[in-house]
């Protein structure tokens, strides 16, 4: 199922940014969608538009929501496969985001984007739950004015984001030129990221229990592919969940990079899709949750008497160990192709370390 926004196509990741800035949000029904119009459209509208069920309710009552140039403000409407829908969309409420002077480690920088090295602990846009100290906040202090106003008052020059404590790059939109030109190739899958992680377990090919496990398969290389689609988790509505009938397609590509004996590897993994929490889904799905992810780790730890001080470390690590390591993209402006590389963060290579000594 697909939406557009205005002029500009987003799919279902939960990178690209869509919808706060005002306009129309069009979406087709697809196949096996929910027979209701409120569940159906909860489904297809693209997470980047951040719609609610509970907003898509408001909508269709304020008659909001239009079919064939009539509003529907039945939310229990029957959908059919094909059918289009138009929403639209109040602009963002002008919040106040103030600039706060906090450090950042600026990778590269021009006057359209901006690319930082995300630290650990950071939120990339404020929340009801984390209203100051966010990446946002840092920019507005470091760019005034010239951040890209697309995103909205709580998202200004947002394209993308990764998790509170996952670090490495991210790119920002400094102009609306390059927001939008950030956001096409987001959609289209044409950015390039690479992201490091430490996981338990060493996947390969070789394992039966892999190669039986539905959505799993490898490619040349031994490169492991997981195709799924992911949803909300049915009790726990923090956390994402592998699921077949509804949800949203999700594909990671993972390799082994260093396996240190079979407890654990260093794995890199590559997303077709970018969906909230996919890697660390997918992994946890396959049976090699990341080591430190207290959401999808599950309680494994290593032996101590096979690694010694490195079990003790890793089994101490206070987060997902999971780095963003590289970023490539066409250069919005420019049309460039630009590529940049971030190395381990300090406590992710002394985890390695110490995994690699024992």
């Keep these: 199922m697909r939406g557009t926004f205005g002029e500009e196509a987003f799919d279902e990741e939960d990178d690209a940014e869509a919808g706060s800035a005002g306009g129309t949000l069009t979406v087709t029904i697809g196949e096996d969608a929910a027979p209701r119009l409120d569940k159906a459209l909860a489904a297809a509208v693209p997470e980047a538009a ?10 269709i009552a304020d ?5 064939d140039g009539v509003a529907v403000t039945d939310p229990k409407a029957k959908v059919a496969e094909g059918q289009v829908y138009v929403l639209t969309l109040a602009p963002a409420v002008n919040i106040e985001t103030l600039p706060e002077d906090i450090p950042l480690s600026v990778v590269y920088e021009d006057a359209d984007l901006i690319v930082i090295d995300k630290p650990a602990g950071m939120v990339v846009h404020p929340a009801p739950g984390t209203p100051s100290g966010t990446l946002v906040n840092a920019l507005l202090h470091h760019c005034g004015d010239t951040l890209s106003g697309i995103g909205g008052a709580r998202r ?38 690479r992201y490091l992680a430490v996981v338990h377990g060493v996947p390969q090919a070789s394992d039966p229990r892999l190669r039986g496990l539905r ?8 490169i492991l592919r997981l195709a799924t689609h992911l949803a909300r988790h049915k009790t726990d509505r923090q956390r994402q969940a592998v699921v077949w009938e509804q949800g949203r397609h999700a594909v990671t590509r993972a390799r082994v990079v260093e396996a240190f004996g079979a407890e654990a590897a260093l794995v890199e993994c590559w997303l077709e899709t970018g969906r909230t929490h996919q890697i660390r889904v997918h992994l946890a799905y396959a049976g090699h949750g990341l080591l430190g992810d207290q959401t999808y780790g599950g309680t494994r730890r290593l032996s101590e008497k096979l690694f010694g001080a490195g079990a003790a470390l890793a089994n101490a690590f206070p987060r997902q160990a999971l780095h963003a390591a590289s970023l490539g993209f066409d250069h919005p402006v420019t049309g460039a192709r ?16 110490g995994l690699r000594a024992h």
């Design 63 to 67: 008659g909001d929501v239009l079919r």
């Design 50 to 59: 951040s719609l609610s069920r509970s907003r898509l309710m408001r909508m």
């Design 156 to 193: 200004p020059g947002i394209v993308h984001r990764i998790d509170k404590d996952t670090t490495g790059l991210l790119v920002v939109a400094k102009s609306d030129r390059a927001h939008q030109g950030l956001a096409r190739q987001f959609e289209d899958h044409s950015v390039t990221r």
């Design 338 to 353: 630009v590529e940049f590389t971030s190395p381990l963060p300090s406590d992710m290579a002394a985890l390695v370390n």
């Design 215 to 222: 959505g799993v398969s490898f490619e040349a290389g031994g």
